[in-house]
């Protein structure tokens, strides 16, 4: 990874930790570029933990790749953080489900690869500000990962 990719996916996912701690949830980072989720998100009560993936885009969307087989990710929350780069950062929240729903698959003619050796994406125009596709119950939706309990 270049450094100014890791840098953007650094921005995002602080940003993110900072949303969620806003929010009320206890933020845990997990090892950087490991398989798997990028933070947990605890309730007070640690009855409650929500797996975070963090995409960060440092100016406007690009589709995110989920690759082959989708079928097999299993975080069940993503954040897209758009735009990290600039003062007009913004989040959309989304749920596994709604990704997997949602997911295009590289049609082929470009590339001329096999069905099997075609990737699927998640297409950016479901997390573009104010684009005429966008999610808008997505942007910023931190309350869609549910109550992290009382604030103290």
């Known amino acids: 990874m270049s450094n100014d990719k890791q840098i953007t996916g650094n921005i995002g996912l602080y940003h993110v930790a900072r949303e969620l701690s806003?929010?009320?949830?206890?933020?845990?980072?997990?090892?950087?570029?490991?398989?798997?989720?990028?933070?947990?998100?605890?309730?007070?009560?640690?009855?409650?933990?929500?797996?975070?993936?963090?995409?960060?885009?440092?100016?406007?969307?690009?589709?995110?790749?989920?690759?082959?087989?989708?079928?097999?990710?299993?975080?069940?929350?993503?954040?897209?953080?758009?735009?990290?780069?600039?003062?007009?950062?913004?989040c959309y929240v989304f749920s596994l489900d709604e990704i997997l729903e949602r997911k295009s698959r590289d049609p082929g003619t470009r590339s001329g690869k096999p069905e099997s050796e075609r990737n699927f994406w998640f297409n950016r125009k479901y997390y573009t500000p104010g684009g005429e596709c966008e999610i808008r119950q997505a942007l910023n939706g931190w309350h869609r990962l549910g109550s992290p309990g009382r604030i103290s």
């Open 22 to 90: 806003l929010a009320g949830w206890n933020v845990m980072p997990t090892v950087r570029n490991a398989r798997g989720a990028d933070l947990y998100a605890a309730s007070d009560d640690e009855k409650t933990i929500q797996p975070v993936q963090v995409k960060a885009h440092s100016a406007k969307p690009q589709d995110t790749p989920l690759g082959l087989n989708p079928e097999k990710l299993v975080t069940p929350w993503w954040v897209f953080v758009v735009y990290a780069r600039t003062p007009e950062i913004a």
